[in-house]
């Protein structure tokens, strides 16, 4: 499997973003996608998730900013983000995981600063 990710960039606080991440490869119907995050320091926490069964996880951070969606035809998830916090600057990782593996993406750099 492999993920592609985009969307990343610079946005002043208060800002949007929405990020991208498509699949592709063997992909199994059951599967989960989600984004995962890693500032400098850090260990990298979940952000959001999404399962083919529709049910979606959030960070507590995140909640009610960011919200995750995905179309299983084009097996890619999306991350729009909302009213962003110089704290929500990070690596941004895509995630698919199914049948007990996982495989991650590249990264996507996003940076909230004035």
């Known amino acids: 499997v492999q993920l592609q990710a985009s969307g990343g960039g610079l946005v002043q606080p208060g800002g949007s973003l929405r990020l991208s991440c498509a699949a592709s490869?063997?992909?199994?119907?059951?599967?989960?996608m989600g984004w995962y995050r890693q500032a400098p320091g850090t260990q990298r926490e979940l952000v959001a998730a999404s399962t083919t069964f529709g049910t979606t996880t959030y960070a507590d951070s995140v909640k009610g900013r960011f919200t995750i969606t995905r179309d299983n035809a084009k097996n890619t998830v999306y991350l729009q983000m909302n009213s962003l916090k110089p704290e929500d600057t990070a690596v941004y990782y895509c995630?698919?995981?199914?049948?007990?593996?996982?495989?991650w993406g590249r990264g996507t750099q996003v940076t909230v600063s004035s």
């Open positions: 995630r698919y995981s199914a049948s007990g593996r996982d495989y």
């Open positions: 490869g063997s992909i199994l119907s059951k599967n989960a």
